[in-house]
């Protein structure tokens, strides 16, 4: 398959789980706000009658816990469809040696991860929309190679081919950084243009792409 078919369809799959997110938000508020309003209408008529005291005790407590329901199922289609998603903090990670060649590019990693948390918290939850946990799974994967280029920097592995395997296995972790920094700039992109226009009607599309090269880079980096 070409590749410009196989961005087509990872485009396009980031955008179909982004409506499906958005529409079972939407319609779960409405499901549980329907069965609220039912109960508590039931709840007003059975009060109504004599006699009936228990069953207007229990129905009156599922009312309440399927309002509860709704409620919570409101500001989760709220934060969803209108919010900014709110991201977790970046773990502190300790740097290698400066002697080590997977130093340079674990530090613009770590400057780099702060200002992707921050450019993406500026977007819309819509554009957004599940970013942050790709990018952390690759950034896994980069520190992750990270570590196997430290443990094999020594003496006795630094001499001869091994030095042409390290700075292969190097190349690779500064590949991957190099993506995750587009990833950033992108994203920086983005929120510069919110100041001067809508969100531009392809930046969902852009966000997937710079996304979908990172994993695709971090991938490689297993095999």
């Known amino acids: 398959m ?6 087509g369809i990872a485009r396009d799959s980031a955008q179909d789980r982004l409506a499906r997110k958005r529409s079972l938000s939407r319609r779960g508020f409405a499901y549980r706000l329907l069965g609220a309003i039912g109960l508590i209408v039931l709840t007003l008529e059975i009060g109504d009658r004599a006699g009936v005291e228990i069953v207007e005790i229990i129905v009156g407590l599922a009312a309440l816990v399927v309002t509860a329901g709704a409620i919570e199922a409101g500001v989760r289609a709220y934060r969803i469809n209108l919010g900014r998603y709110v991201f977790p903090q970046i773990p502190v990670s300790a740097l290698p040696a400066e002697s ?5 590019p674990l530090a613009r990693l770590a400057a780099r991860e702060r200002e992707l948390a921050g450019q993406l918290a500026s977007l819309p939850e819509a554009v957004a929309a599940d970013t942050w946990i790709r990018a952390s799974v ?3 994967a980069l520190r992750t190679h990270a570590a196997r280029i430290v443990a094999l920097e020594s003496p006795a592995r630094s001499i001869g081919d091994g ?3 390290l700075d292969l296995l190097a190349s690779r972790l500064r590949e991957g950084v190099s ?17 001067e226009r809508p ?6 599309v852009r966000l997937a792409a710079a996304t979908d090269a990172l994993v695709g880079m971090t991938r490689g980096l297993t095999a």
């Open 2 to 7: 070409p590749p410009t078919a196989q961005v």
């Open 138 to 140: 690759g950034v896994r």
């Open 179 to 195: 993506a995750y920094e587009r990833l950033t700039d992108t994203a920086a992109e983005l929120v510069a243009q919110l100041g």
């Open 163 to 165: 030095v042409a395997a």
């Open 100 to 104: 080590s060649r997977s130093f340079a």
């Open 199 to 204: 969100v531009p009607a392809d930046a969902r």
